[in-house]
């Protein structure tokens, strides 16, 4: 984090402003040590601009139709001999965490034609390599094992180890939604929104793609840059609500709330959370809103001797 005025890192802390309505903290103030000059920042953008957060890729993938003989259109079995041409990734986006940048690739006119996706499936690659956590819906079972399949097909080691967090699989988990697709959570929240693929031309958008079609393979990044936007979105609507959500306080080994990295942490007075043996103090998260936090130090102020049977 830098000054505002003259662009220093040395700062101290300077306390907390607080809402005047409900008396809870809004932001922390901060003095500048070489100009003098005090300013404050949210308590969400602290977050955003802490360098030490781990690397966390929201991403997702588009892919293209497989071409196979059917006897029929209802209820057919289709054997592996069937296949005619396989399915390939069309064009993939992603952008880190709070990073306005979106990165995106898409194959071009002759790629699509010959169904090759190798100099893009490299591309994506490498940004999972650096990612400590990779976010997406319906990531677990779809874009992440699509992607795994386009590595080994193309010749590419696994790479370096990451933790997921699915937001389909959240959404799915925690709520009693009438829908779960992205689509109706960003219309549901009034987040940005999908592109409605009926106004490109609906399937036959992807028709087109794989027909080498320039101006529909310009139309399908631009229908998926806008997915990662509204993916974000989702994420970070639903976040607090997250209980088994990657630990990035063991990935920035502090004390700091496990969904998104913020320090100002505040005990829920007479919360505790309680298992067979203990009882723990639980806490919220002032800038995320995460209440499922809990002090790792026992608060029983005496041992338990007895135990239930199991």
Request: glycine residues 6%.
């Amino acid at each position: 984090m830098e000054c505002p005025k003259c662009g220093s890192g040395h700062l101290n802390k300077k306390g907390f402003h607080y809402s005047r309505t409900d008396g809870s903290k809004v932001s922390k103030r901060y003095i500048c040590m070489s100009c003098g000059k005090q300013f404050n920042i949210s308590l969400e953008d602290e977050v955003r601009n802490t360098q030490d957060l781990p690397k966390i890729l929201l991403y997702d993938i588009e892919t293209a139709p497989m071409e196979v003989f059917v006897w029929g259109l209802y209820k057919q079995y289709i054997p592996h001999n069937n296949i005619i041409k396989n399915w390939f990734v069309l064009s993939w986006s992603a952008k880190w965490l709070y990073d306005d940048n979106i990165l995106s690739a898409v194959v071009t006119s002759k790629e699509a034609k010959e169904r090759s996706d190798k100099r893009i499936i490299k591309d994506i690659w490498k940004l999972l390599d650096e990612a400590d956590i990779c976010i997406g819906h319906n990531i677990d079972r779809f874009d992440d094992r699509k992607l795994r399949a386009r590595f080994i097909d193309n010749g590419l080691n696994p790479p370096s180890p990451y933790k997921t967090v699915d937001t389909l699989k959240v959404a799915r988990r925690n709520f009693a939604f009438v829908s779960y697709k992205q689509d109706y959570l960003t219309k549901h929240f009034d987040l940005n929104e999908k592109i409605n693929t009926g106004e490109l031309g609906g399937f036959e958008l992807w028709k087109r793609c794989v027909a080498g079609d320039q101006e529909a393979l310009d139309h399908m990044l631009k229908y998926n840059k806008q997915d990662v936007r509204g993916l974000e979105d989702v994420y970070l609507k639903l976040r607090p609500y997250i209980k088994n959500h990657p630990n990035l306080g063991v990935m920035m080994d502090e004390d700091v709330c496990p969904n998104c990295g913020s320090d100002h942490l505040e005990e829920i007075y007479d919360s505790f959370y309680y298992t067979t043996a203990n009882k723990f103090q639980v806490y919220r998260c002032m800038a995320c809103g995460n209440p499922n936090i809990r002090n790792k130090k026992n608060s029983n102020t005496k041992p338990i001797s007895y135990r239930s049977v199991p």
